[in-house]
Structure formats: C-alpha cells, structure tokens
C-alpha cells in the first residue's frame, strides 16, 4: 500500500509512504556501501595532517597548504555527517543509521583531535610575521579565515591556560546537561483531557497543542498543571540556570572580554548596540503590543486575559486545507517577486525530491532546511494539508534551502556557510512574502483575518517575545558581574517585572509564568534569542523593500542570499539594504505589527 496526501491524523509505516514523497539523498551518497566506503577514506587521510605539525609559520606556501587540506577534510566530513544525520530523521527506531551516526561521531572526532593544533599555531605566529604571509597570494583564499581567527589574538592565552580551559569543556555543559535531563526526562506533568475528551500526556512538546486549545478550561488546567512540576523544582532549577550563568561569567573573564555579552557577540563581530537598540525599540511599541492583548481580549469574549490564552487564533473554528501542491503553488506564486531563477530552482526541488514531505512513524517531529556545499538543499516536513501553519512553515525552511543553494553556488566551500546571526532572515522573508500574497488574494474576511492573526502573533513571538527574553539574559548576565546573588526570588523578580512591562497593567499574570525563565533552553546557552528578533526584522525591512522596489532592490537581496559568510553579518545586511546598527529595522517591524492589529479589529 502507499499513501499519497496522508491524513491529518495518520501516521504510517515509512515503507508505505510513496517514494516521490520522500527525499532523494543520491546526491550525497547513492547507496551505503558508497557511504561506508567514503567514511573509511576519510578516516585513513586524516593522517595527512601530520605534516604540518609545527610548521604552519614557516612558509605562506606551508599554511596555504595546510589550508586546503583543511578544508578538503571539512567538505568531505560535511556529506559523510549530514547523510548519517538525515537517514536518521527518517525513522528514529532505525538502529541501522544511528550505527552511521555513532561511527560518524567517532570518526569526526579523531578529525578534530588531529587539526586541533591549526587554530593555536596560526595564533603563534608573530601578528606582523602573519600579516605579511597574509598578503601573498597563495594564501588570498584563505585570508578572510586568518583574519577572522586573528581577531582571537587578544583573547586567546598562553598554552598552559588554554589546556587547563580546554580540560574544563565536558564540566562547562554541565548546567545545560542537568537542565535537560531534567526538563526532558525526569520531570512528569500527568495527563490533561484535551476538548475532545481525550486524556493525553502532558510533556513539553504536547503543551503548545493544549494552548492551541479552544475551550478554554483545557488551556487553563494544562498551564496549571504544567508549571506546578516547575514549582516543585524551582530550587534545583535556579541553581541550574545560575550556575550556567556563572560560567558564561567566568569564561568571559578568562578571556578577557568586558563582559559575558560581549564575548558571546565577539565571534560575529556584532556591536552592543545593536543588542541594546533591539531592546529600546521594542519597549518604545509596548503600547501597541498590550493593545494587541487588549483586543484579543475582547474578540475571544474573555473578561480578563491570561497567558493560556495568548496561542490559540481569535477565530479558532477557521478552517483552511492546503494539499502539497496547493501549497507549493501559492508559495512559488508569492515568491515571484524573488525573479524567475529563484522560483524556477525551487519549484524544481519542492515538486521534485528536496523534501521528505509527510509524517510517518518514527519519523523525527518539526522541520528543518539541512543545506550542504556538494547535495541538494534537503527540507523535512512533517506537512499536514489542514494546518495552515504548516504552508508557512515550507516557506520558511525552503528560504533557509535557497540560502545554501545561493551561498554554495557563489562561494568557495570556506565562506559558503551563513552565520547564524543572518540564518533566520531568508527563511522569515519568505513568510513576509507568503503572507502579503495570502492577505492580497483573500476571498473572506475570515481567511484574511486568520492571516493577519497569524503575522501578529509572529511579530509578537519572535520579536516582542525574544526581545523580553534577550533582556532577562542582559539583566541576569550583569547581576552575576556586579556580584549580585541569583536566587530563586531574584530569578522570578526580574522576569515578573518584565512579564507586567511587556503584557501591560491590563494582562492578568498568573504566578507560576514568574517560572517560565527556568524553562527556557535558550537560557542556558547565553545571548541567543536575540537573533531570532533581529532576523525577522531584517526579514521584514528587506521584504518591503524588495516589494516597493525595483531590480536594484531584487539584486541587492539576491546578492545577501549569494553572500554565504563571505563577509561580516551586518556587512552582508547592509549590501542587501538594512543597518542593523541602527532602530529603524526593529521600528518598522513594530509599525507594521501596530498596523496589523488595527486591520484585525476592523475585520472581525
């Protein structure tokens, strides 16, 4: 039997979904003898690197040459990963490819130990001796690289104390393991009988289904419930996440950088400023946002507002059903403003085999865009033709695909690699782009009210929401430096007072959100969210201005796409049109959200 456009709700064995539903791995690898055969050479040249132990300051040629082979290794490590990584995606169950994973995992890390010495070396190298080497030829391809790992000098230490650091790495991720085994294996939430009248577990994955809820009582009782496993551990868990913090701390100091933040935006050549404007302009359009809440409010006919009810859409009996082809249809058409070449590669890969489409038993959940410099861009969904979120999610992981797809077909393999600073703005442009056209060509207030609700609650998750959450880790980050005790009532204090800032004085705050900053993974690996924030502000700022613009506007965002790592993240922006440095991107994200919520409250 085969299935072709699955139900919402099946959830079939792999051998019975069609093989055009599923992705094409051959340009990887054609078979597994080809993959087990390749893994073995790649071990057996790892021993190339032993001739340039101690000899990378001796000549341009030397370096230029280690350089290659470097990054030969890398190319070939990338496919040989990334094959043993999607077979397992496939169906998680498959101890045939976690066997690939495992000896692939071990292979990589031999590669690792044997060209550890290539980053201190360079660094031993007098920086006047390196810039001189820099400037011959042979090393041009490379001289992006070097400058990028000489800009470390002032950071790196003397040998003996980067081997007792290096010593400390497993013992680093301590906090963060503790978090997760906590998080995703010891704590039990019990079950909550959903608005079918169906008992199903609590977990961290069900919870965002619960809030999706349109009975009410249901959404109430699985926050409740949730958050009184958290109560219960709260000591644990604000030891956990001051101890992350701490470290963050401690290493940053070690390194001698100013401050935790600062370290963690060093790598990215990322000013302060940019961090700190993203806060200023949120807060500046706070109002706006607590209106949003306000007449949310009133549409759901609540008399008061709480978190629990913040995800489930205003019109929650709206109905929308997209087939594969449907979707692929409406996306390309929204796209076309990309040009001819961009739509025509990916319609290509979206009717063609980039994509594992459908959900199947096993089957790893969500989706992702896993690009490559030598394959094709793959993209697995787990599509559901009545999810409507699930068009916009295709859209967003075929951005990230026609990202790589650019990078690698423009740059070497070294600069092919976008940061993750810029990763988030093609994927989202992609959605600004989707919706503009859904809202466009609407047929009913109520389809093009079930859009406009889904562009603010975007707006507010990923820029209003992450912002918050960027300025606890600033407050909490800072509270550590200055010698302030993180505790659990510090904890809870500094993220109550941004929950009221952010909610508004008309937002009832259940207590138990105060725990909310406990469990939150991104927490316990600093300095993150932001970027999420800055992205689809970027994404939105471009998106308008590819919209209203011409050729020179589509050139300059195609060139971004084009762009890899072949520059700084915020050099790569600007070419395409928006300085980060700046508040205006954020701005106009927050305009365009505030014209949002008036379209909304006119339309229903």
């Known amino acids: 039997m085969t299935v072709e456009n699955p139900p919402a709700n099946a959830n079939p064995k792999r051998s019975d979904i069609q093989v055009?539903?599923?992705?094409?791995?051959?340009?990887?690898?054609?078979?597994?003898?080809?993959?087990?055969?390749?893994?073995?050479?790649?071990?057996?040249?790892?021993?190339?690197?032993?001739?340039?132990?101690?000899?990378?300051?001796?000549?341009?040629?030397?370096l230029a040459e280690c350089l290659a082979f470097d990054v030969k290794l890398d190319r070939l490590g990338e496919r040989l990963g990334t094959y043993a990584f999607l077979r397992t995606t496939e169906?998680?169950?498959?101890?045939?490819?976690?066997?690939?994973?495992?000896?692939?995992?071990?292979v990589a890390t031999k590669a690792?130990?044997?060209a550890s010495f290539v980053r201190p070396e360079i660094l031993a190298i007098p920086a006047k001796k390196l810039e001189a080497m820099m400037a011959e030829e042979c090393l041009s391809p490379y001289r992006l690289v070097l400058e990028r790992i000489n800009r470390f000098r002032k950071h790196t230490l003397s040998q003996p104390e980067e081997n007792l650091l290096a010593m400390q790495g497993e013992m680093a991720q301590t906090a963060n393991k503790a978090f997760r085994q906590l998080n995703d294996a010891d704590l039990k939430f019990g079950e909550v009988?959903?608005?079918k009248g169906i008992a199903v577990e609590l977990t961290n994955a069900s919870l965002s289904s619960f809030l999706l809820s349109p009975n009410r009582d249901v959404r109430k009782k699985a926050f409740h419930q949730y958050y009184h496993q958290f109560l219960s551990h709260e000591n644990t868990l604000a030891a956990t996440l001051a101890g992350s913090i701490h470290g963050d701390v401690y290493y940053a100091k070690a390194r001698n950088y100013t401050s935790a933040r600062a370290s963690s935006l060093f790598s990215d050549n990322i000013p302060e400023c940019v961090y700190d404007n993203l806060i200023a302009a949120v807060r500046k359009h706070l109002p706006s946002v607590h209106r949003y809440f306000d007449m949310r409010r009133r549409k759901m006919g609540l008399k008061d507002i709480r978190h629990y009810d913040t995800y489930v859409p205003i019109l929650a009996d709206h109905q929308a059903h997209h087939t594969w082809e449907e979707a692929v249809e409406t996306i390309l058409t929204s796209l076309e403003p990309l040009g001819s070449e961009y739509t025509n590669v990916l319609e290509k890969g979206l009717r063609g085999r980039w994509c594992d489409r459908y959900p199947n038993q096993g089957k790893q959940s969500g989706a992702f865009s896993c690009g490559t410099f030598d394959a094709e861009p793959f993209i697995l969904m787990n599509f559901k033709p009545s999810v409507l979120n699930d068009v916009f999610t295709l859209t967003h992981e075929a951005g990230h695909s026609m990202h790589s797809y650019y990078s690698a077909g423009n740059q070497p393999f070294q600069y092919y690699?976008?940061?993750?600073?810029?990763?988030?703005v093609a994927s989202t442009f992609n959605e600004q782009l989707l919706a503009h056209h859904m809202i466009r060509n609407a047929t009913t207030k109520e389809q093009k009210a079930a859009i406009i609700n889904h562009e603010i609650d975007s707006i507010r998750a990923t820029v209003v929401r992450q912002t918050m959450f960027a300025e606890f880790e600033k407050i909490t980050h800072e509270m550590a430096e200055s010698g302030e005790p993180l505790t659990v009532a510090s904890f809870k204090s500094v993220y109550r007072n941004l929950l009221d800032a952010y909610?508004?004085?008309?937002?009832?705050?259940?207590?138990?959100?105060?725990?909310?900053?406990f469990r939150i993974p991104h927490f316990y690996r600093g300095f993150y969210v932001y970027k999420y924030a800055t992205g689809l502000s970027a994404a939105i700022a471009l998106s308008r201005r590819v919209l209203e613009?011409?050729?020179?506007?589509?050139?300059?965002y195609l060139g971004f796409l084009k762009g890899g790592c072949s520059k700084d993240p915020l050099d790569l922006l600007r070419g395409a049109g928006v300085d980060m440095t700046q508040p205006e991107p954020v701005e106009t994200a927050l305009i365009q959200f505030a014209k949002l919520v008036e379209q909304l409250d006119e339309l229903i």
């Open 193 to 195: 009988v959903n608005e």
């Open 503 to 517: 909610f508004g004085p008309d937002f009832k705050v259940d207590e138990e959100l105060s725990l909310e900053c």
């Open 549 to 556: 613009g011409g050729q020179a506007e589509l050139d300059d």
């Open 417 to 424: 690699n976008y940061t993750i600073f810029v990763a988030e």
């Open 91 to 106: 169906d998680q169950s498959n101890s045939h490819y976690q066997g690939f994973v495992a000896r692939y995992q071990n």
């Open 20 to 62: 055009g539903d599923t992705w094409d791995l051959s340009s990887l690898f054609n078979t597994d003898a080809e993959w087990t055969e390749t893994l073995a050479q790649f071990e057996q040249l790892l021993g190339g690197f032993a001739q340039f132990v101690g000899r990378l300051g001796d000549s341009a040629a030397t």
């Open 112 to 114: 690792g130990q044997a």
